[in-house]
């Protein structure tokens, strides 16, 4: 993909989630994706842990982890939504930036989060460079929970897939394969903005993070909740 393009796509999904910060938040006001907050759980994070939220959107994964006395960070690279988890949740700590580059230094945190958040990255080298960064700020030894949208198994969006891969060979679009733009829509039915996605397959997921050098990884393609999380679990 074209790197213009890319930072383009970039700027936005930042613009995109500042615009619609507020209606967002009200449709995440309480974390409800069982089979995710059960692989928290079952990560067994220690009092004292380091864990840093990538795409933190309003902070409500916090609702899971605030049984543990951990360290919490939240990051995120709409400014709006980060102005919202601080209130919702006024003694953590909550950072905007972007996880292309993540500010923080290296081998600082236990456990880093990325959920619902990796399928907004353009182009396969960005994706790669996005899990080197979480490698990058994890301790040896600490664990990344990585899930993203599996789309795959959903007929309407694997035909607009295909629909934009053909536009894709005729040169209609400069998008790669399995990249799409999915609606966000008001109470009312208005298209308020088109958020780019990119459907990962599970090879490409297990491949690039082989490739970063994690271990331990195991996969689950979860059909437990109302979206179908594929949700990745790896050690450094």
Not at 29 to 53: C, H, M
Not at 89 to 99: A, I, M, N, S
Not at 151 to 156: E, G, L, T
Request: charged share 30%.
């Amino acid at each position: 993909m074209d790197k213009k393009l890319v930072q383009n796509l970039v700027t936005k999904t930042r613009d995109d989630y500042n615009k619609v910060a507020d209606h967002f938040s009200s449709t995440r006001y309480a974390f409800n994706w069982s089979r995710v907050a059960k692989t928290i759980e079952e990560l067994q994070i220690k009092p004292g842990s380091k864990v840093l939220d990538l795409g933190c959107g309003n902070g409500r994964v916090i609702d899971v982890l605030k049984k543990i006395d951990i360290e919490y960070t939240g990051l995120d690279i709409s400014e709006n939504l980060i102005k919202l988890a601080q209130k919702k949740y006024p003694k953590e700590k909550f950072v905007v930036g972007d996880l292309l580059k993540i500010p923080f230094l290296d081998n600082e945190f236990d456990y880093v989060l990325s959920l619902a958040t990796l399928h907004h990255i353009p182009s396969s080298e960005q994706r790669l460079n996005a899990l080197k960064e979480i490698y990058r700020i994890l301790k040896p030894g600490g664990t990344t929970l990585v899930t993203v949208w599996y789309f795959w198994d959903d007929p309407a969006l694997k035909k607009q897939i295909d629909q934009e891969a053909l536009a894709q060979e005729a040169g209609k679009s400069k998008l790669d394969y399995g990249d799409f733009l999915k609606p966000w829509k008001d109470s009312k039915g208005n298209t308020l903005i088109e958020r780019y996605f990119h459907a990962w397959e599970k090879s490409e997921m297990k491949d690039l993070l082989k490739n970063v050098g994690f271990t331990n990884i195991w996969l689950c393609d979860n059909k437990e909740d109302r979206n179908n999380n594929l949700i990745v679990t790896a050690q450094k």
